[in-house]
């Protein structure tokens, strides 16, 4: 018995926050974002949309597509660096209330941009000890709420969505997931965070008024790191199992920037007709950033069934994660 991604939904808000609305609110330009990121624009939440309400409209759109029905589904997972609420109950279990699928363990982790991937391998992992059945995994986020717009370094990047798939079991290999690599390095954890509102500096007037709630990074740090740690995971995932950069269908890359993914890409060869690009319209949605491209990809018809799909991504912590997936999907 195998873990197969039986379907893929996705959701992003309606309001668009371009370029040039980012001109009037820092000291950038429209040149200077898509230059160095290749982000055109981004999706933000209204004001009455939280990062669950973004989840559930993915979730349903992906219970829809697997032809299952939602008391089918046994284990809720959602991962997400922007949580409803901070503590408690998690975006899961409020994702759970909300579809009406009730009395099933339902719980969030915390791996920020790697989310959807870490997720995955913990679905495989349930899937093919025969613990669960059938697994709703969600990235969603409303990182607007976590962005300080006075920050050139960081608004121009980020944008809210969410992501979900169904994971499901099949005897099939052909359309199953192949591998997973999850790797963290703690050491790194400094780059980028939001050190503010946890119980290392609890939420006060003093931490608000420094910013400490919002997100801090030292992006070229990241980026210099991202790029090497992405190459060398997605070469390793890739020879391990006996895999060409020609066997496979489909590259999605974690859609952070795009000169991250040129670099992964050219160092690989890889086509760029087979590699998955959203960043330019949603930029970087952190754990909704996968799920959301590959539905993209999956709207436009380039998914079939039996399609092997090459799955990289990097984030804080630091965290990052390859996968090798065979859709098994229709
Ligand atoms: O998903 C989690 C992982 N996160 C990432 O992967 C993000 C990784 N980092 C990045 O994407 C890039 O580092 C950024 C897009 C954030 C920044 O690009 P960069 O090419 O690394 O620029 P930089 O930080 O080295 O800054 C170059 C210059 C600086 O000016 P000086 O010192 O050369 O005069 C910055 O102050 O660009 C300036 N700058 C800007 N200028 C216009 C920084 N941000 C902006 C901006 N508009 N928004």
Known sequence: MYASLKSIGAYAPERILNNFHLEEMVETSDEWIEKRTGIKERRIAS??????????????????????????????????LSPDY?????????????????????????????????MLSMAKAFIESGMKKNILLIGAEKISSLVDYTDRGTCILFGDGAGAAIIGRTEDKNEAIVDIHASADGRYGELLMTPGCGSKYPCSQETLDNKL???????????????????????????????????????????ANLRIIEAVRTKLEFPLEKTVLTVAKYGNTSAA??????????????????????????????????????FGGH
Not at 48 to 75: F, M, N, P, Y
Request: charged share 20%.
């Open 47 to 80: 004001e009455d949309e939280s990062t669950s309400d973004l989840g559930v409209k993915a979730a349903e759109q992906a219970i829809e597509r697997a032809g299952i029905a939602k008391e089918e589904i046994d284990l809720i997972i959602c991962a997400t």
């Open 86 to 118: 901070l503590c408690m109950p998690s975006t899961a279990c409020v994702i759970a209330g909300k579809l009406g699928i009730h009395n099933v363990m339902a719980f969030d982790i915390s791996a920020a941009c790697s989310g959807f991937v870490y």
């Open 289 to 326: 950033s996968i799920p959301m491209a590959m539905n993209d990809a999956y709207e436009q018809g380039r998914i079939k069934k039996g399609d092997l799909m090459l799955l990289d991504t990097f984030g804080g912590g630091f965290t990052w994660a390859s996968a090798l997936v065979r």
């Open 213 to 255: 709630n919002f997100i801090k990074m030292q992006g070229n740090d990241v980026y210099k790191i991202a790029v090497k740690t992405l190459t060398n995971d997605v070469i390793d995932i890739l020879e391990k199992n006996n895999v060409q950069v020609s066997d496979v269908d489909h590259f999605i890359p974690h859609q």
